[in-house]
């Protein structure tokens, strides 16, 4: 099992930026894949990015160069640095984390861009 605490949200103005933050609670190096999705209001949930436990990252097409996903293993913690954040990104951001079939859930952590 792994227990995910996410911290970091808030609201912003548009052109700002934020960092969200997903500490886990074993090592992260046991852990295929980490990463952060999204919900928006009356929207479906969508991927932002994720990393491997080998460290290579996946982003979705359109928020590549804005956003970037980086870990710290020694604090087994995976963030998520939004820059140059659009009132389009609004929504409630998600850190799940996929040791290998199961999928785990972080509470989740609103982020909120005014225009």
């Known amino acids: 099992q792994v227990q995910l605490v996410e911290s970091g949200g808030g609201l912003v103005q548009a052109g700002g930026s934020l960092r969200l933050s997903c500490a886990a609670s074993r090592s992260i190096l046991t852990i295929n894949r980490m990463g952060w999705y999204r919900q928006a209001p009356g929207k479906q949930r969508e991927l932002v990015a994720d990393?491997?436990?080998?460290?290579?990252?996946n982003y979705v097409d359109s928020l590549k160069g804005r956003f970037t996903i980086s870990r710290d293993t020694a604090k087994n913690t995976v963030y998520l640095q939004m820059d140059s954040l659009k009132p389009e990104d609004t929504a409630v951001y998600y850190c799940y984390a996929r040791p290998l079939i199961t999928t785990y859930w972080g509470q989740g952590t609103q982020v909120t861009v005014s225009s």
């Open positions: 990393i491997t436990s080998g460290g290579n990252t």
